[in-house]
């Protein structure tokens, strides 16, 4: 069956941990997930359990989340070696569902253009699902996507000055 | 530390897919986990891994979705008497993360009130995080919220026609 394009966008809390779920419902039914991450966006506590699982791939190409500082040359070699692997990924079939973590991010940094991203995702082995997580999803990718959901943060509890904590938000 | 109540809603794709993200988060953190699931929103695929996660545990007290038909008197028990076994849950502070999965859903469909689900969430164990699902969510839940989610639906492929796929939709 054709796969899907789903893109998880907006400011809300919930894009990286709804691609989770979703890694964890395409597993339970024997399906192979491969999980790329543009931006160190997973946390170690979920990615201790998600590598013991064994239809889940999860490969980091991301060195960091650009919060703090602008991207580096070696941030989009890093992003341009992503995509390139995931290219491959996409064309094979070798996996039914490709997470693209945080892509969204890494086409706003311009550390791969939404023209690239596009291109990867179309030339895909047409059975494979694609899902796209990040805020700023462009309107190009909006536009070739099957599903997209806007998370809009309503509420914050960072806007009280709660900072991360283990297991919650990393 | 004291727990937040975070609430994912809205029509889009990625409220349940979100908390379980969460549940698996936390799970690799070591925290202890509970999900309720007040309507059969979890599928057979994701329940099976998440029960071989030994920090996890799954109740079910929902009966039908709602969408063929209406809410019957057993459908109403089962909403209660999952939110008084969670109402001892969250006072015991036995688990640090608590997920009312599709609890939204029970409210608007008159199963629970959302003043009975309001009073369980304040009565808790400060410690214990509070993560309600579902469509709906009441203004009276939002406004006591820490972090709200609006989901919203942008574009969805159930309107080219596709229907529920396993590993994805279930």
Redesign the interface.
Known sequence: ?KG?V?V?T?D???????????A????????RIFIGQFVKSM????????EK?DNIEIKQYGLNCFIEKEPEKEDVEAAKEGLNEISDILKSGEY??VILDEANIAVYFDLISVEELIEVIKKRNEEV?VVVTGRKAKEEL?EI?????????????YQ?G?TA????E?
Chains 1, 2 share one sequence.
């Open positions: 069956m899907m789903e998880y907006g809300g809390k919930g894009k990286t941990t709804a691609a989770i779920g979703l964890i419902r395409a597993a339970g039914a024997g399906l946390k170690y506590s979920e990615i201790n359990i998600l699982i039914d569902l699902e909006i996507a099957d599903l997209v959901t806007d998370m809009k943060e309503i509420k914050h509890y009280k709660i904590r283990d297991g919650i990393r």
